[in-house]
């Protein structure tokens, strides 16, 4: 049971065009989400993350959009640059009972992105 | 600040043999979560500790077992090791007394089982 999917494998944009890059999530538990990006043989970098009780962060050119109602969110990259060649993860997390960070976290399968230059 | 920190970064181990892997978090974070990343199953969260006590555990066998040290240090390691085994283990960190904070990776281990 995948409960956070990212159904695009992959995504190729032109440099300087949006990239975006959707998630879906099956657990209405979830009330923290998080986008990470990853290069081969190295752990995943924190981006942006949004809390359940907004439906839009940015830091940057990254802006993350959430829409509780359809269980989707999804991550803007503009301008895309190649060096934002990397797979992308969507992550997320519920609160524990004690109202602190869970440190458990779902992740979806991962959308490469290639920017071309 | 340093960030998280996996020893070693490069394993090579023969099928039946255990292998213990280290990670040293971010000073000041008491939470410490390893995940296994493989090419079929991508990021699958095996367990997590905070303040020495195992919090939460995924769907993994009990070859897989874990522990927190005092200084939050935690190590992970696997028994009776099997080909599947072959993955990059992931150590994340994070604060955890607050809520909705980022999790930090280290850069993993890559574990090879022959």
């Given amino acids: ?100 960070s869970y440190g458990k976290l779902t992740f979806g399968q991962g959308t490469i992105l290639t920017v071309h230059p | 600040k340093a960030g998280v920190t996996q020893t070693p970064r490069y394993l090579i181990k023969t099928r039946g043999q255990q292998v213990t892997l280290s990670c040293s978090p971010i000073s000041g974070h008491r939470s410490v979560s390893w995940y296994q990343q493989t090419p079929g199953q991508g990021l699958q969260f095996l367990f997590e500790y905070f303040s020495e006590t195992q919090r939460n555990k995924g769907n993994f066998p009990g070859r897989f077992s874990g522990r927190q040290f005092s200084n939050s240090r935690s190590e992970m390691n696997v028994s009776t090791l099997e080909l599947g085994d072959s993955a990059l283990y992931l150590c994340a960190s994070s604060a955890a007394h607050l809520l909705n904070t980022e999790a930090f990776f280290g850069q993993g281990t890559r574990l090879t089982v022959v």
Wanted: hydrophobic residues 35%.
């Fill in chain 1, 1 to 100: 049971d995948q409960q956070v999917k990212q159904n695009s494998p992959s995504l190729s944009v032109q440099e300087g065009r949006i990239s975006i890059l959707n998630c879906d999530y099956t657990n209405s538990m979830f009330d923290y989400f998080l986008w990470y990006k990853k290069y081969p043989a190295e752990g995943p970098t924190f981006l942006i993350s949004i809390s359940s009780i907004k439906d839009k962060n940015e830091d940057g050119r990254f802006t993350v959009f959430l829409n509780k109602s359809a269980k989707h969110l999804s991550l803007h990259i503009v301008p895309s640059q190649p060096g934002d060649s990397a797979v992308y993860f969507c992550a997320a997390s519920v609160p524990n009972a004690g109202g602190t």
